[in-house]
């Protein structure tokens, strides 16, 4: 990023107020240029008044655009107007690395500051030491609050939930949840619903604060309660509580216990970040890109992307083992290793399309409610359809360019089974891998590259080996 700013002078960068945003809503090389002089000459009162209309998430792209060096002087200059909830919005190396490279006592008071969930999330990947010594100089609630928090799974609601919530009885009536509410200091920063509880803490219903504001006072809280609750509890995955959101249109969720009890509460904003999260590593996956970011070095990325070429590099020799059986046939008729691209990236791309509709419908689990054959049948059907109307045009032009209708016929029914083959195959490596419990997103890529090289090359070698006499 920093090399591809314009080269603006530091004089008007100073004087001229910078554009914010670019046309796209993101912060504009221009703003990010602007930072940069008074983070070097220590500019305190320059850099916040850019940075103080900021939102977290802006101040977040903000900090990796910057250099390793800048980014910690940035917070350093920044001082107690540093908020934290910024550390939630940058990934999770650069967060350890900001954090690592801090005061001990800055990031306690600024961990402080926090909603217990954020806190979470700015402390759950430090090393353990770190942590404890952040924790031990919290005060008693907070640190009761966030280990608690800590000590449920990985990816978890309880790591996602707040523990800051409004829980009230419902014999109380609606004068006094509302002097509750303006008389108790200690609230959330925003909710959106009271949780309704028994004697035993259960949450029994929820009463929007809609519906709260526009009861009388006299009103029971038992008479507005919507008793229609979605509770989940602290150890389910963050995916299956997105889901619920996802389908039942939540925007705020009571957290239990394994006894029931209320211990917290997820709103639509974390579940915004799973979402994202998820889909995210999804896509990493498909790619062999495993966990790297954006701000990571170049040494990183090179070390964890190695291992999925190495992996491609095998499957590529078994495809060449493949074409090495009909190296008298190619020699024969040169214009089959002109047409071999065409047949194996037709395969590829056909299983790459069935492939990640599958692992979608598995991630969503859309597919739960059909059988498994179904979805084989369906990528059969359109691997057959689209393997035609592909075959036609390619094997028309392939007779056309070398004056060889049988060779066009060739290839045509080649790419017709190839692609059958792919779109089959697409749809069955994913499903076999869930049943097994692998993540399918991991290992369908290069499973189905191994598979859509070596049926296409055998198939189209085969079949004009014997269609031409060569074998």
Not at 24 to 47: E, K, M, W
Not at 360 to 381: C, H, L, N, P
Request: proline share 4%; charged share 25%; glycine share 8%.
């Amino acid at each position: 990023m920093a090399d591809s700013l314009p080269d603006t002078n530091e004089r008007e960068l100073r004087l001229d107020p910078p554009i914010v945003r670019d046309n796209r809503g993101d912060l504009s090389l221009h703003f990010i240029a602007s930072v940069r002089p008074a983070i070097r000459t220590g500019d305190v009162a320059r850099l916040k008044g850019l940075v103080a209309p900021l939102h977290a998430a802006d101040v977040g792209d903000l900090l990796e655009a910057l250099g390793p060096d800048e980014r910690t002087e940035f917070v350093r200059l920044l001082g107690d107007d540093f908020d934290f909830a910024v550390l939630t919005e940058v990934d999770d190396k650069l967060r350890a690395r900001l954090i690592a490279a801090l005061p001990v006592a800055s990031v306690v008071e600024g961990v402080r500051r926090l909603d217990s969930d954020d806190a979470v999330t700015v402390l759950e990947d430090l090393p353990t030491e770190e942590r404890e010594a952040i924790l031990r100089q919290l005060p008693l609630v907070d640190r009761t609050a966030v280990a608690r928090s800590l000590e449920y799974p990985e990816d978890s609601a309880g790591r996602l939930m707040q523990t800051e919530f409004i829980a009230v009885p419902p014999f109380w009536d609606v004068g006094r949840a509302i002097d509750y509410m303006r008389e108790e200091d200690d609230l959330p920063t925003e909710f959106y619903r009271l949780i309704v509880v028994d004697a035993g803490f259960h949450p029994v219903g929820s009463v929007a604060l809609d519906r709260l504001l526009r009861s009388k006072r006299p009103v029971l809280i038992s008479d507005i309660t919507d008793s229609e609750i979605k509770a989940v509890k602290a150890v389910d995955d963050q995916e299956d509580v997105a889901r619920l959101f996802e389908r039942y249109n939540l925007v705020t969720a009571p957290v239990v216990d394994t006894d029931g009890r209320l211990v917290g509460v997820i709103t639509v904003d974390d579940i915004v970040d799973v979402i994202e999260e998820e889909a995210d590593e999804d896509i990493r996956r498909l790619g062999g890109v495993g966990d790297e970011e954006a701000t990571d070095a170049v040494g990183y990325v090179a070390r964890s992307r190695i291992p999925w070429l190495l992996i491609n590099v095998l499957t590529g020799f078994l495809a060449a083992a493949v074409i090495g059986l009909f190296d008298g046939t190619i020699e024969q008729m040169v214009a089959l290793a002109v047409l071999m691209p065409i047949v194996a990236s037709m395969g590829g791309n056909a299983g790459t399309q069935a492939m990640t509709v599958t692992v979608r419908a598995i991630a969503t689990r859309d597919i739960a409610a059909r059988s498994a054959y179904r979805v084989i049948g369906r990528e059969a059907m359109v691997g057959l359809i689209n393997g035609v109307a592909v075959a036609l045009c390619v094997g028309l032009g392939a007779g056309l360019w070398f004056a060889s209708p049988a060779l066009g016929v060739v290839i045509a029914v080649a790419l017709i089974l190839n692609i059958v083959v792919a779109g089959v195959v697409g749809a069955l490596i994913p499903l076999a891998l869930d049943t097994m419990k692998i993540d399918p997103a991991v290992a369908s890529g290069v499973i189905l590259t191994a598979i859509t090289d070596v049926t296409g090359f055998f198939v189209f070698l085969g079949l004009a080996g014997w269609w031409f006499g060569f074998l």
